[in-house]
């Protein structure tokens, strides 16, 4: 137990230094190349991350909102995709669960129990698993099937409908 709880400090020491820069674990020439694929991956994609990145701002500037992920990947590859994508200041470490092991709905469980019953849950997904979650915990759902959701997501936030 204490061998993990040393790993666990060690890599919350390495994505708090480095949630603003992911950059500063990398080569010049990988950091470089990071840069390049992103762009090469924002214009595949028709800037589905700069859309997300959008939305999760606007989120993260509401007074007492938070942005809050939920992942089937384990957790430290989890944690390197967040910082490689650039969102380690959208999504503290403590605000990030892996549902590996424990499931989604344990993970919901634990976000409510965190946060409390009376705050407003928006649930976001593209899965199934996510929406049953969501629904056994009388929280909304807005699935992202496509770049059009995602935009739609983003003005529903913008109109403060969500």
């Not at 976001?124 to 909304?140: F, L, S, V």
Request: charged share 25%; hydrophobic share 40%; glycine share 6%.
């Amino acid at each position: 137990m204490r061998k993990l709880a040393f790993r666990y400090r060690k890599v919350r020491e390495i994505y708090d230094k480095h949630k603003s820069n992911v950059g500063g674990l990398l080569s010049p020439q990988r950091k470089e190349a990071l840069q390049r694929l992103r762009a090469e991956i924002e214009v595949l994609t028709d800037s589905w991350l700069g859309t997300a990145l959008k939305s999760l701002l606007l989120i993260q500037s509401r007074k007492n909102c938070v942005n809050v992920l939920i992942t089937t990947t384990q957790l430290v590859p989890a944690l390197a995709k967040v910082l490689l994508y650039g969102l380690g200041e959208i999504f503290p470490i403590e605000n990030i669960y892996s549902a590996t092991k424990i499931g989604k709905e344990s993970c919901f469980e634990r976000i409510v129990s965190r946060f409390g019953k009376k705050v407003t849950y928006v649930v976001i997904g593209d899965g199934r698993d996510e929406e049953i979650a969501a629904k056994q915990h009388n929280m909304p759902f807005w699935r992202i099937t496509n770049h059009g959701d995602l935009v739609s997501l983003h003005q529903a936030l913008e109109l403060d409908f969500l």
